[in-house]
């Protein structure tokens, strides 16, 4: 499996993005696709994930009710809508995905850079 993570920007406080993660290569059908960041200087965070064969997400305490992880099948693509961004959003976003059962995850997209102005 590849990913290509794409849709990071420039955006004032308060604003929206949404950025996403093309999948290709084989079934994602036992799959779990996280959505990751890294800010300046902090370890690397899990923002949110989504199994991808029911559809159920888990986000992180910061970013739950204003973060949205969704996937499209057909298009084995994952999203992450972004809303009411804060300036302490800003971070390089990836994606990545891993066996449901695994502990950790093994393939990364390329990171897509997320600046938040106050």
């Known amino acids: 499996v590849q990913l290509q993570a794409s849709g990071g920007g420039l955006v004032q406080a308060g604003g929206s993005l949404r950025l996403s993660c093309a999948a290709s290569g084989r079934s994602l059908s036992s799959d779990v696709m996280g959505w990751f960041r890294q800010a300046p200087g902090k370890d690397r965070e899990l923002v949110g994930s989504i199994l991808w064969t029911e559809g159920r997400t888990y986000y992180t305490d910061s970013v739950e009710g204003r973060f949205t992880i969704s996937r499209d099948k057909a298009k084995k693509t994952m999203y992450l809508q972004m809303n009411a961004l804060k300036p302490e959003d800003t971070a390089a976003y990836y994606c990545?995905?891993?066996?449901?059962?695994?502990?950790?995850?093994?393939?990364w997209g390329q990171g897509t850079q997320v600046t938040v102005s106050s």
């Open positions: 990545a995905r891993k066996r449901r059962y695994e502990s950790n995850y093994d393939t």
